[in-house]
């Protein structure tokens, strides 16, 4: 079965730093999206994206983030100088349509800053 | 204003009862619904989407819309201990973009052997 794969799975950083978490959405997906999770908390939208551009945002995703489809096959969430806050659980996730009622999510990654 | 309410619980609930989950929710914008199952530390698995009032079943699944109500709710008949997990409602707009899901908080329950 077609699946949503994020790397790392695991990823420790220090306050400041930049990281970049990747995810290959399922090949004929054409909708991305980031959300994240802090620890016990609601699963929240960050960004979707399509045919190459941002489609919408949340009041999260601010100028510290950005994501970018550099090849056919990656998405990639970009944090440039990350904040203790950011600690959390971020999930890739892709769908094939606009309508978003069959969204796959990948296992995540999940982003510890120190 | 998007909110979706959701009992956190935990929910405990004998092996082989019903359970029942439900959220509400205040935007009436909202037109797709659905529910997610999330195991600890792992994505969220969709199980079950609708987007009308009335019911839907898959399997021992069956997913309920009330629009006017602003009330949804999951029903598990048959209940297995590896159906213990958070389960997560969420819903989305009609728009024209690419809106994200909103999810509820999830509920947390436990179907002991």
């Known amino acids: 079965e077609p699946e949503v794969t994020q790397t790392p799975s695991h990823q420790v950083t220090q306050m400041g730093q930049e990281v970049i978490l990747r995810c290959v959405p399922i090949s004929n997906h054409l909708y991305f999206y980031w959300y994240r999770q802090i620890l016990g908390q609601k699963v929240e939208f960050l960004v979707s994206f399509y045919n190459n551009e941002i489609s919408e945002k949340s009041e999260i995703f601010d100028d510290q983030f950005s994501v970018e489809r550099p090849d056919g096959s990656n998405f990639t969430l970009k944090i440039r100088s990350t904040k203790l806050e950011d600690s959390a659980m971020y999930f890739c996730a892709s769908t094939k349509d606009r309508f978003n009622t069959e969204a796959f999510f990948g296992q995540g990654t999940r982003l510890t800053v120190v | 204003q998007k909110e979706v309410e959701q009992d956190p619980g935990p929910l405990s609930v004998p092996e082989g009862a019903i359970v029942s989950l439900n959220c509400t929710y205040s935007?009436?914008?909202?037109?797709?619904f659905m529910w997610y199952r999330q195991y600890s530390r792992k994505g969220p698995e969709l199980l079950m989407y609708?987007?009308?009032?009335g019911n839907k079943e898959d399997g021992r699944f069956t997913a309920q819309v009330d629009k006017s109500s602003k009330y949804i709710s999951l029903f598990i008949r048959d209940s297995q201990p590896s159906d213990s997990a958070t389960y997560l409602c969420a819903m989305t707009y009609s728009g024209g973009g690419a809106d994200g899901l909103t999810f509820g908080k999830g509920a947390h329950v436990i179907i002991p052997p």
């Open positions: 609708t987007y009308s009032s």
């Open positions: 935007n009436s914008a909202f037109q797709y």
